[in-house]
């Protein structure tokens, strides 16, 4: 990480897929800390798999054969491994999260005229593949304590336009599956999962992402629970027919070399990026399963102190991020999660920050015409939400210290409210 004293405030995906940096808090140069935590690790996470890696890539080198078909290759392979492991049907590599939730939403068939309901907290590409097919994302506010999209906002928000309604699985937390279900259902109105934070997530149904409604996009981005050594995504379904139309959606709309019976794109996933996500694939459980541990043990070691938590009632959450909020402190926004950054920077941890600034105010939907205060919940998130550090290779050492530092942070700190719950 550059050492700097500013503040990195470029906004990272996510959501549907981080393709520009977190707003991360850099840390300071006068005086080199003592310990460096980063928010992640990806040099440590990948060195044990350095050989398996190196030998995927002699591997497709060897095989002459880059940008694969449908006939098989290292894509298919993957695809099939994956539905597998990831409990669907139906698995289709594609070129990026982003690429593949726009081609789930081509496959359904949003186009111009239609609406499409969605969260205003999330990263810019679950709102702008909307725009790119002619739609117009139409915004409902995010629950209050999971900060997943309302069901009961969305329910509200669809009308007789509305084709579908995405929900963002928000740092690898499930939506509220049956709810948004129940909502659309009765409408016609297609379920899609912006599954790009949460490979591997299980709702309290049981139900996998790619199962709780009719699609869910992946992110393979490399800081994703499953990630890449590049840009790569996939798209999982049970829905056959969907399945078989995004598979000609991804080579330009071909069914058949050079038959186009549809408009599409080239949104194909490339052959080494899937030889190295088989080689990731199998460890995918068990490092889910150490977010978890750690997840839980900063609840253990945070309690009490004057932050909300993310609710313990997921046990298929995958924590791509371990998101708490530091509530404002009067007018003055963001100031007390800036505050808290500021210190644990100074003590050599890196936070960031998902996200600072709701999409209903990104400059790139001014045309729909919104303004502060439409979306309360998320505006208020987006000053308080602080990313801690969470990764498999994260010490439980290194889970205490971030706590002692954050704890003796708010014990020299006069001005925080103790009752976060009431602010």
């Known amino acids: 990480m550059t050492s700097t004293p500013e503040t990195i405030r470029s906004a990272q995906a996510a959501e549907a897929e981080p393709e520009t940096a977190p707003a991360l808090r850099a840390l300071p140069s006068a005086t080199p800390p003592v310990t460096t935590i980063p928010t992640q690790d990806l040099a440590s996470h990948h060195a044990p798999l350095a ?12 095989s002459g054969r880059y940008v694969s078909g ?18 669907t049907s139906h698995a289709i590599g594609m070129s990026s999260g982003t690429d593949a939730l726009l081609a789930v939403l081509m496959a359904i068939g949003v186009s111009p005229g239609d609406t499409v309901v969605t969260t205003p907290f999330s ?16 915004f ?29 699985h928000l740092f690898g937390r499930p939506c509220a599956g049956a709810a948004l279900r129940a909502a659309c259902e009765p409408r016609g109105v297609s379920l ?14 049981g139900r996998p992402v790619g199962a709780i409604g009719q699609a869910a996009a992946l992110s393979f981005f490399p800081s994703k629970n499953l990630g890449a050594l590049g840009d790569a995504g996939m798209v999982l379904t049970n829905d056959g027919a969907l399945a078989a139309t995004l598979r000609r959606l991804r080579v330009h709309g071909a069914g058949q070399r050079f038959v186009h019976q549809i408009i599409g794109g080239n949104f194909r996933l490339d052959e080494l990026q899937a030889a190295l996500l088989r080689v990731k694939l199998p460890l995918l459980q068990t490092w889910n399963a150490a977010r978890r541990r750690l997840a839980a043990l900063y609840r253990e070691r945070l309690a009490g102190l004057p932050l909300a938590l ?28 800036d505050a808290l950054a500021d210190a644990l920077a100074r003590d050599g941890v890196a936070t960031a920050v998902y996200y600072p600034a709701p999409l209903h105010l990104q400059p790139c939907f001014a045309s729909l015409g919104h303004r502060r205060g439409d979306f309360p919940v998320a ?41 976060p719950a009431k602010s």
Not at 51 to 62: D, G, K, Q
Not at 70 to 87: H, K, N, P, S, T
Not at 383 to 408: G, T
């Open 123 to 138: 990263f810019v590409a679950t709102a702008d593949v909307i725009v790119r097919l002619g739609a117009r994302p139409v």
């Open 192 to 205: 899609i999962e912006d599954a790009a934070q949460a490979v591997g997530a299980v709702d309290t149904d």
């Open 140 to 168: 409902a506010d995010v629950d209050p304590v999971t900060l997943n999209l309302d069901p009961e906002a969305a329910r509200a928000a669809i009308g007789a336009e509305t084709r579908a309604v995405v929900g963002v």
């Open 51 to 62: 050989e398996p890696l190196v030998e995927a890539f002699r591997r497709v080198l060897a």
């Open 310 to 337: 993310p609710p313990d009632d997921a046990p298929g959450a995958v924590w791509n991020q371990f998101v708490v909020r530091v509530p404002r402190i009067g007018a003055g926004g963001g100031r007390a999660r």
């Open 379 to 419: 505006e208020r998130a987006c000053d308080e939400v602080l990313a801690l550090p969470i990764y498999p290779e994260l010490r439980p050492a290194d889970v205490a210290l971030i706590a002692e530092r954050i704890s003796r942070h708010f014990a020299g700190d006069q001005r925080v409210n103790r009752n």
């Open 70 to 87: 449908d006939a098989g290759g290292e894509v298919r392979a993957f695809e099939r491994e994956a539905a597998r492991i990831l409990g």
